[in-house]
């Protein structure tokens, strides 16, 4: 595992190897459906039939749009048996979004949900799941280590979302150099995320190209109850969480996940004390502090907590895995002493290919490796870390104002340069604050220039432009944006946001009152009305997530996050509560 000089070899050739070596393995299990090895390698092969009339040239990309299911994972290795990179596009953004992604890209084929306000691509339905290959000779397109194997969207810096090319080696290299999963060992990790995040590469790829199961979560939003289903159910070993969810669940449902064997945790600063109250739970599980940009291929580096690390300031991001090298640098681009704070570098075979289409950002990220040999690039993190004696490495913080919203990356600089462009708008400015939970979230700054622009206006605008996760909880308008001495936002400067509460009244009934306490406590307000709504008030799924847990405890009502998104008051979520109990 020491060695990072990666034999070339294709994500598809190495899943086609694993499902020779373990053909009647389950490969996936989708609700109550089995897909073995040899089931799934058919249902993709015939699958990749429709598509090589469409792709007419090597390495071209195709979007998806789908739910996460077993078609989905069907869908990802046809295109890769036909030669062509798969994009994987959210169904929650809007369609203005999508246009401009794929459009990036030169995308003309889409698999999934018909989008007819797509313009120039052509939409073919999902595939059917396991198929008999009728006996057609059907050869997979030679796909190449260096080949692009997916591309996703990353928040960029230049207000445009910046396509981040993984190829075919990265992923094989990720699964099988790094050393998180022994090859053949029965591991059964619980497909969850979304899968235009890169944790899906951990959650999908590393088990299927060294034996293992995957579980696919049902579809829509998971919730802690589910998770303590799943787990029990399926029998799942390994899960990977955000660490703003892993903090919900140790505070609400910490026994859900104690079947687990393993836990990868990542995406932000792992607090001590939900780490100690998971632990007091669940100390048989084994818990791991991740850290990875989706530049490097999910995550480059693990930290196994202990009992030690109990009332540390803290958690280290831990070592290097085997596939990467990992460089704490100062100004001067020279390796900085021992516990001295510098901007992180990471190298190795998770490097990705770079920023699709746009050579300049990736000249300006990826780097020749000033530590390395000749050719050897390294990717400016833009984190700022330092390594210990035992080279443990701490993470400390951002050099810019990239921040981490429930484990996505935001550029703060993007989401100014959309709102800056609303009609009406003069001004504007973006800050991340902590909620009453501890988590991240965004409140934006806004100066008018015409008194026809409203707080329900820019919402709308919002909500038809950027992804679910970019979208400010709170929207102030100011009379101007506090500057520092040279010139640039002060930040530390702008007001707390104040939150108009709406009409409705005192909550009137027995679930309503339950509703409603349940609200105060988790938003940390003290007057609400019974018809405003939760996500105007500054919530957002992770708050969602907990509202759902103390609703079920209190009164035993079957509700899920889909009756928050749908019914976000109290008022509403009373009468949903009522109708599932009557």
Known sequence: MDDVNFVPCSAIAAFEETSLNYSDRIAIFDGERKLSYRQLDEAATTFSASLRPYLTRPNQPVALLMERSAEMVVAMLAVWKSGGYYVPLSLRDPS???????????????????AEELEGVRCLPPPGGAQDANDRKIETTKVYSESLAYVMFTSGS??????VGTTHGNIVAFARQSGLMRPGAKVRTLLHSPYTFDASTFELWVPLLTGGSVVVAPQGDVDLQLFSNVIKEKSITTLFLTTGLFH???KEEPQSLSGLKELFVGGEVLQTQALDRFKDVCRQVEVYNCYGPTETTAFVTTYKTS?????????????????????????RVCLAEADQVGELYIGGCGLALGYVGNPMETAERFIANPLGSEGERVYRTGDLASIDHDGQISFHGRSDQQVKIRGYRVEIFELEFHLSRISGISHCAVKAIEDNEGSKVLVAYL???????????????????????MQPSYIEFVTAIPLKENGKVDREALPSPTVTLGAGGAAG??????VLRIFKDVLGMD????????????????????????IKKATEAQISMRDIFDAPTVRGLAIVIYNRLK
Do not use: C, W
């Not at 015409?450 to 919402?459: D, H, L, M, Q």
């Not at 009934?509 to 339950?514: C, H, P, S, T």
């Open 96 to 114: 203005l979004r999508l246009q401009t992604l794929i459009g990036s890209l030169g995308v003309s084929l889409m698999i999934g949900r018909e």
């Open 158 to 163: 230049t207000g445009e979302p910046k396509p």
């Open 248 to 250: 919900t669940i140790s």
């Open 307 to 331: 009992d030690a690390d109990s009332g540390k300031s803290s958690i280290p991001i831990g070592r290097p895995l085997g596939h990467a090298r990992a460089y704490v640098l100062d100004d």
């Open 447 to 469: 100066v008018r220039s015409s008194a026809v622009v409203t707080k329900a206006t820019i919402a709308d605008h919002i909500k038809q432009t950027l992804p679910y996760y």
């Open 509 to 514: 009934d027995e679930y309503q009152l339950i």
């Open 527 to 550: 007057e609400i009305g019974t018809d405003d709504n939760f996500f105007t008030l500054g919530g957002h799924s992770l708050m969602a997530a907990k509202i759902v847990s103390r």
